[in-house]
């Protein structure tokens, strides 16, 4: 079962504007990570951030989890061209035996423009 | 780098044959894990490893079945194709230590079709 629920499914915009990508889950999470997939290949991590915090940076990135509305939201500035990809939320179900699993969410397609 | 190596990036089977995906890591991983990815579903879990000769299964192993022998390598097994298994198939691992925090790393995926 889906877990995390990201919003927009797609997302349109032109090179140097600020992208932003939302996701929402619906149970208690210990972290929930970020990953990007350009077209045809594998997943890319970009970012985690636990439950105890409430924001994170990385380069241009910016990431912010709010576990009392169960989102997190990621912020691409001046986006590029090359960020042009999808984009998923990933939430770490539970915890045993020294394995984590995520369940992902549907993800973002983002398009940026030159 | 680390590097998730899989066998195949695209690969056309028959209805009915056995279909063998192979993954490799080269960064001492514990756990490793198959997940298929369809448009609109994001990607789900088919079986994981935590260790060499263990499995579990994930939220949608019907009709699939795994080998690992080796720490290194994690195979996907289809032992009869139908065409509702035709859809691009990632393999992903994460070391064990850290506990659920630590990223996966995945390969360029194989995208399978059955006709």
């Known amino acids: 079962s889906q877990q995390g629920e990201e919003d927009p499914q797609a997302l349109s915009i032109q090179e140097g504007e600020n992208a932003t990508m939302n996701c929402s889950y619906k149970t208690s999470i210990n972290n929930l990570q970020w990953y990007r997939q350009n077209s045809g290949r594998g997943l890319v991590h970009l970012i985690l951030i636990r439950s105890n915090e409430r924001e994170k940076h990385s380069g241009r990135l910016r990431v912010t989890l709010d576990t009392s509305k169960k989102s997190s939201s990621l912020l691409i500035t001046a986006s590029r061209a090359a960020d042009t990809a999808s984009y998923f939320c990933?939430?770490?179900?539970?915890?045993?035996?020294?394995?984590?699993?995520?369940?992902f969410g549907a993800g973002t397609r983002l398009a940026v423009h030159p | 780098d680390v590097k998730v190596t899989q066998s195949s990036r695209y690969l056309v089977k028959r209805t009915g044959e056995k279909v063998f995906l192979e993954c490799v890591q080269d960064m001492d991983h514990e756990n490793m894990f198959w997940y298929r990815q369809d448009p609109g579903l994001g990607l789900r879990l088919i079986y994981f490893s935590y260790d060499v000769k263990m499995k579990e299964k994930g939220d949608i192993p019907e009709g699939y079945s795994v080998s690992r022998e080796k720490k290194e390598r994690f195979s996907l097994i289809l032992e009869s194709a139908s065409t509702n298994q035709t859809s691009m198939y990632l393999c992903?691992?994460?070391?064990?230590?850290?506990?659920?925090?630590?990223?996966?790393?995945f390969g360029d995926g194989t995208r399978l079709s059955i006709l």
């Open positions: 990933a939430t770490t179900r539970g915890f045993s035996g020294g394995y984590n699993k995520l369940i």
């Open positions: 992903a691992s994460s070391p064990r230590t850290g506990g659920g925090n630590q990223p996966q790393h």
